[in-house]
C-alpha cells in the first residue's frame, strides 16, 4: 500500500514537474490534438483545398480571372465599401457601447435588444427589410436600390452589433477610479480618453472592427435584393462567386475566394499591430 501510494506520488510531481517544464500533461496532450484536429477539418483542410483549387490553372490563369472587368470591379466595390463601413463601425460602434454602458435612459433595455436583430435575422429578411424602407416603395424618399449606396447601407446593417458587442464588456470592466485620478491630476476628458480609456478599448475596438470587415466582405443575402447585382456597378464578390460556380467554372470561383481570404488575413494582421501599439503608447 505505502508502495502504491509513493508510486502515484511520483507520477503525481513527474506530471508536476512536465508542466513547470513547459511540456503537456496527457489530459492537456489529448485535448490539444483533439482541438488541432477539429480545426484542420472545419477549417484548414477546406481553405487549402481552396488555394490549391485556384492554382491549377496556373499564375496566367489566376491574373486572367483578377484582371475580368466584372471581378475586378466586384473586389474594387467589395473591399472599398467593407473598409468604409469598418472604419464607421469603429466609432459609432464605440459610441454606442459607451452610451448603453456610461448613460442611463428610458427604453435603454428595448436598444439593448434592438442592437442584436442584425445577428437574428436571417440575411435575406434583412435585404427585404432594407427594401422596404429605402427601396422606390418605401416610406421615405431615400432610394438607394440599385446603387453601390445599398451595398454601404446593407454592410452597415448586418455588421452593426459586431463593435458594440466586443467594446461594451470591456468598458464595463474599466475602472471609474482611474478615471477620476487622472482628472484629479489635470488630466483634461480628452487626455483622460486617449492615455487611460483607449488604450483598454483598443483590443476590443481592433477584434470587433476585424470581425466586420469579415463579415463585410463575405455578405450576399442582404445585398440580393436591394443591390440588383448589376454587373461592373453594384455587383459584389460573394455574388460573382456563385455566377461562377453556376457556370460551371470552379477554379474561377476559388481564385476570387483566395484573393479574399489574403485581404481577409491581411487586415486582421493589420488590426492587431495597430491595436498593440495603441496600447503600447497608451
Known sequence: MTASVAGLGGR?????????????????????????????????????AVVARATTGGWGGFWETLTNPSTAAALRLTIGMAFVVTLVNAVMGTLIAWVLVRDHFWGKRALEVLIDLPFALPTIVAGLVLLQVYGPKGPTPIDVANTRTSVFLAFLFVTLPFVVRTVQPVL????????????????????TFRRVILPSLTPAIASGAALSFARAISEYGSLVLLSGNLPLRTEVTSVRILTYIEGGRNGNAAVVATVLLAVALFVIVLLDIIQRRVTRRG
Request: aromatic share 4%; net charge neutral.
Open 12 to 48: 503525481s510531481m513527474r506530471m508536476r514537474r512536465s508542466v513547470a517544464g513547459g511540456g503537456l500533461s496527457l489530459a492537456s496532450g489529448v485535448g490539444l490534438g483533439t482541438a488541432l484536429l477539429w480545426f484542420s477539418l472545419l477549417v484548414l483542410l477546406p481553405l487549402s
Open 172 to 191: 464595463l470592466e474599466i475602472d471609474r477610479d482611474v478615471e477620476e485620478a487622472a482628472a484629479s491630476l489635470g488630466a483634461s476628458r480628452i487626455t
